[in-house]
């Protein structure tokens, strides 16, 4: 049975995806990137690429006047000063960024976060905060104590992650607990950079992140990208077979490194092109997949174009 239609951060009418850096403070065993340790000179460049990209990302948000999520992806993030980032961008925006997203590993001082959030506060935007706990690092109690010296308003929102190794179960296990007793969402990915993956925890509290309509238009829901691949996708090339599908990819979704747009190009018939930003115009429609996905950003695909015309 085939997938007719996948769903994943539609929340919003505009969402992009922004690189800001690859630089970290950890090295965590099972990370993907960690041959790119932060290094003091790293970040500087880094930080002032971003300050020079920041006008162009949003000539992209004001030009298209739509409610916008922002998703900021590192590396570590907020190894940047992000306060300074977060508000000349708001101060060109328009109020039009509604959503500020968020992964860290929580390493930085309680101050530095409650900064960020009173800053998204005061724009009238929300700041989404997914939290890393990452054991090799810091210790769940730390952790803990960081997330009750933040300043909880309305506009924000915290959610706690970990990654399940051979050799944590037990930890993760205690993790899950203490999420549950404060009352915060959680989420366990597997350690994908071992062979025997199949054997470790994935799982969330919430179970909504990617919906899938089948032929048969029964739905089936995947708590993440983990388990989106595990069910209908090549585990081990991360691909999910989308030939011929309607993607969103440059239309409600755009992905953004650094100060380059990462998308689709007619010539290349790849979704590996870069291009200087300040070329870069929103493609007005969902375009045709070219060969299949890995799922690295939050687009939406579907047989039929008109399920993704906002
Ligand atoms: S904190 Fe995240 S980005 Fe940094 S090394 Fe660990 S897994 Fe990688
Ligand atoms: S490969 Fe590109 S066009 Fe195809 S589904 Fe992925 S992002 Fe969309």
């Known amino acids: 049975m085939g997938i007719l239609k996948i769903e994943q951060g539609t929340e919003f009418d505009f969402n992009i995806k922004w690189r800001l850096t690859n630089c970290c403070n950890f090295k965590c065993s099972y990370c993907a990137r960690k041959n790119k340790r932060q290094n003091t000179s790293d970040i500087n460049t880094d930080q002032k690429i971003i300050e020079g990209a920041i006008g162009d990302v949003a000539r992209l948000i004001v030009s298209n006047n739509k409610p916008t999520k ?112 404060i009352g915060v969402d959680y989420s366990v990915d597997a350690d994908l950079t071992n062979p025997n993956v199949n054997n470790l925890m994935i799982t969330s509290n919430k179970t909504s992140r990617c919906k899938i309509t089948k032929d048969d238009g029964s739905i089936v829901y995947c708590n993440n990208i983990s388990e989106l691949l595990k069910n209908f996708g090549d585990w081990n090339t991360r691909i999910i077979p989308l030939k011929d599908y309607y993607c969103s990819l440059d239309y409600t979704y755009v992905y953004i490194e650094q100060d380059k747009h990462v998308g689709y190009n007619n010539t290349l018939k790849t979704c590996k092109y870069k291009e200087p930003l300040k070329s870069f115009i929103i493609r007005k429609e969902p375009i045709i997949c070219p060969k299949g996905c890995s799922l690295c950003g939050n687009m939406s695909v579907s047989k039929n174009k008109e399920d993704l015309i906002k």
Request: a positive charge; charged letters at 25%; proline letters at 1%.
């Open 70 to 181: 922002l998703s900021l992806i590192g590396g570590e993030v907020t190894l940047l000063d992000l306060p300074k980032i977060l508000s000349k961008l708001f101060s060109l925006t328009n109020h039009l960024i509604k959503k500020i997203f968020i992964v860290t590993n929580f390493s930085r001082e309680y101050t530095y976060f409650n900064n960020l959030i009173d800053i998204c506060k005061d724009n009238g935007t929300i700041l989404s905060l997914t939290c890393s706990w990452h054991n090799e690092f810091i210790s769940l109690d730390t952790f803990v104590d960081k997330y009750n010296k933040l300043n909880k308003n309305s506009y924000l929102q915290i959610k706690f992650e970990t990654v399940c190794t051979e050799t944590n179960k037990d930890k993760v296990n205690k993790f899950i607990n203490v999420c549950k007793d």
